[in-house]
């Protein structure tokens, strides 16, 4: 009881401690606005986007600091801190919200169906579930979308390049929209009798290599609106210039770059446009009855100075776009007390993986990165299944299933094969990624419109985060419960002497390589459950949520251990979630600070570190208190 009443009043004292340094900002007279802008990663074209939202704005009578407050907002890239910054903003009240990029609409999606929500360069907004139809969106978000018209595009690659027969096409793999937009290329570039290679990457970091193997079998390349492509077209381009072959794009400031050319849209005109909808919102219109719209604002243009190193001439009366890519954001952080309330369900969640890693990384004594891949697998499971109508709680039960299927493959590399643990999980990761990829069938898929775990229990409490909470702790209970009885039998002594002494396990009989398959496939199915729950909360499935989540688990792990010593283990299980909501209020605290989203990875490596050190600390300080004593 002293133990457990020490976790509470250490959780109770952080949360009044973050609670107490928040600054409530309150709008000093009625007729001022609050809304709120969300980001997906930085780069020209997203931060174009931006600042004709703001342009726009000021430009219908929405003066920033005079009578409108914005709330801005960066995910930096990382998919898994959007649900997060979806919350912090719904809880803050905005009268609405601007989402640039899909996964951000999506996620604010999922988090309000009051709020107003308008999309900024949203290719498709009806495949990806944000809308009932384009005409008649039917809900809480309009907006305008960038789909491109890929007649003109191709009429302007054939004039500058007549002898074009093959043009490669690059996106990435966790893009929805980039790979539909290709597709609609596709078909149009056949028209042209033009032979076209479609090839995806991963990450930025694939790009120096996909580029230079896909030069080499081109005449030119294609790159549309891809947020992953945009980070690093300076790559691509420095591949494409060394190999003497053009990039098209739809993308101005890709063209101003070293781009060759483009049917563009002006980014900063998508901002634009979408203010003008964004302050008839504001005005009184209702989103439900507002169409699509798309972007309006459309020129070629060209860039002279790749196109004479190609050798390629440019009719002199077109003119090529300059684009001002200076974009000046401001964080506010208003909050109510309930964000934390939020932060906590969703710690509980994590901590279920916490769990699950626990196993192979103190009971086996190795960190599997198939967990990473273990918990894609348990959402992308889920969503799949719950979009064939199958009931989400038999959806997540099958989840569990897929992750022990990830976690049996790496035990069998291990003891089959003798692949060290490190290479077993590395391959496992990179196999797996295919897979959740076919069993998702895109890069992204949406829970909206679909039922969930949560909504099987809708209705029965007042508060959709307390029922959320009620799940994950019942969820939690379970598997506690059932690891603490598993451990407690021979089998389960037999797994643990495996992790202590392998070779003295050996010599008492036991079949450490069985063990060590065993206690992978139930991490990896915990890992799974809550891959799946965790997908369900946040309101969509994506191919590369599960990047970085052994840094979560690790973290939930290690707070837990340095805050709450000698436990049994039951308790040592409960501590692993109470480290999991520890370093998901951090998280948030973090947000409503309004530190830069670019140093957000540091300080989430800094907590880390700091209490993987206070032991040593700790012990350093005892024994230079004890030699100062004698």
Not at 121 to 135: F, N, Q, R, Y
Not at 571 to 594: D, F, K, P, T, W
């Amino acid at each position: 009881m002293r133990k457990l009443y020490k976790l509470f009043t250490t959780l109770l004292a952080l949360t009044v401690m973050m609670s107490l340094s928040i600054n409530i900002q309150i709008a000093s007279a009625k007729n001022e606005a609050k809304v709120a802008i969300i980001q997906l990663v930085s780069h020209p074209s997203l931060d174009q986007i931006v600042l004709g939202i703001k342009e726009g704005l000021a430009e219908g009578g929405y003066q920033e600091g005079d009578n409108l407050t914005i709330e801005f907002h960066n995910a930096e890239g990382d998919m898994n801190l959007l649900g997060s910054i979806a919350d912090t903003v719904i809880h803050n009240q905005p009268d609405l919200i601007f989402a640039v990029t899909t996964p951000v609409a999506q996620a604010v999606a999922d988090a309000t169906t009051e709020t107003p929500i308008v999309l900024a360069g949203i290719t498709d907004p009806l495949a990806a579930s944000l809308v009932k139809s384009l005409d008649q969106p039917g809900g809480n978000i309009t907006g305008v979308s960038d789909a491109v018209q890929f007649e003109e595009q191709f009429d302007l690659i054939v004039q500058l390049q007549p002898d074009l027969k093959t043009l490669g096409m690059l996106y990435t793999t966790s893009e929805d929209n980039s790979l539909a937009e290709l597709k609609k290329a596709e078909v149009v570039a056949e028209k042209y009798n033009i032979e076209t290679i479609i090839t995806g990457i991963d990450s930025t970091l694939d790009m120096q290599l996909v580029a230079e193997n896909l030069a080499k079998q081109v005449d030119a390349i294609f790159v549309g609106s891809d947020n992953s492509i945009a980070s690093s077209i300076d790559t691509l381009l420095d591949v494409t210039d060394k190999a003497g072959i053009p990039v098209f794009t739809t993308i101005d400031s890709f063209v101003e770059k070293g781009a060759l050319s483009a049917i563009a849209i002006n980014q900063k005109s998508i901002g634009i446009q979408s203010a003008e909808m964004g302050i008839d919102i504001l005005k009184g219109q209702n989103p439900a009855e507002m169409p699509i719209q798309l972007v309006t604002n459309k020129q070629p243009v060209y860039n002279y100075e790749t196109a004479e190193k190609l050798g390629i001439t440019i009719d002199e009366q077109e003119e090529s776009m300059i684009v001002d890519n200076e974009v000046n954001t401001t964080s506010t952080t208003n909050n109510h007390f309930s964000i934390y309330f939020n932060a906590m369900s969703q710690g509980i969640l994590w901590g279920i993986m916490g769990i699950g890693l626990y196993i192979t990384f103190r009971i086996l004594r190795f960190a599997d990165l198939t967990s990473e891949v273990s918990f894609t697998m348990g959402a992308s499971v889920a969503v799949a299944l719950a979009s064939s109508g199958v009931h989400p709680l038999v959806a997540t039960v099958i989840a569990i299933l897929g992750g022990m299927v990830a976690g049996y493959v790496t035990g069998l590399l291990m003891t089959l094969f003798d692949i060290p643990s490190l290479l077993a999980g590395i391959i496992t990761l990179t196999g797996f990624y295919s897979i959740n990829l076919r069993i998702m069938g895109k890069p992204n898929v949406s829970f909206r419109g679909l039922t969930t775990i949560y909504d099987t229990l809708s209705g029965l409490f007042a508060s959709d985060i307390l029922q959320r909470t009620l799940i994950g702790l019942a969820t939690v209970g379970i598997v506690i419960l059932l690891l603490a009885l598993f451990f407690k039998t021979d089998f389960g002594q037999a797994v643990i002497a495996t992790g202590d002494n392998e070779i003295m396990a050996d010599a008492f009989g036991i079949s450490t390589a069985r063990m060590k398959r065993f206690a992978l496939v139930l991490a990896n199915g915990i890992i799974g459950l809550s891959g799946a729950l965790i997908a369900q909360d946040n309101g969509y499935a994506d191919i590369s949520m599960g990047v970085g989540t052994v840094v979560v688990a690790l973290s939930s792990i290690v707070i837990g251990e340095v805050l709450l010593k000698n436990l049994t283990l039951p308790l040592r299980l409960l501590s692993i979630v109470a480290g999991a909501v520890i370093y998901r209020l951090i998280l948030v605290y973090v947000l409503q600070l309004g530190f830069n989203a670019n140093d957000f990875k540091l300080i989430s490596a800094t907590v880390l570190a700091i209490f993987l050190a206070l032991p040593s600390i700790s012990k350093r300080f005892k024994k230079l208190k004890k030699g100062g004593a004698q």
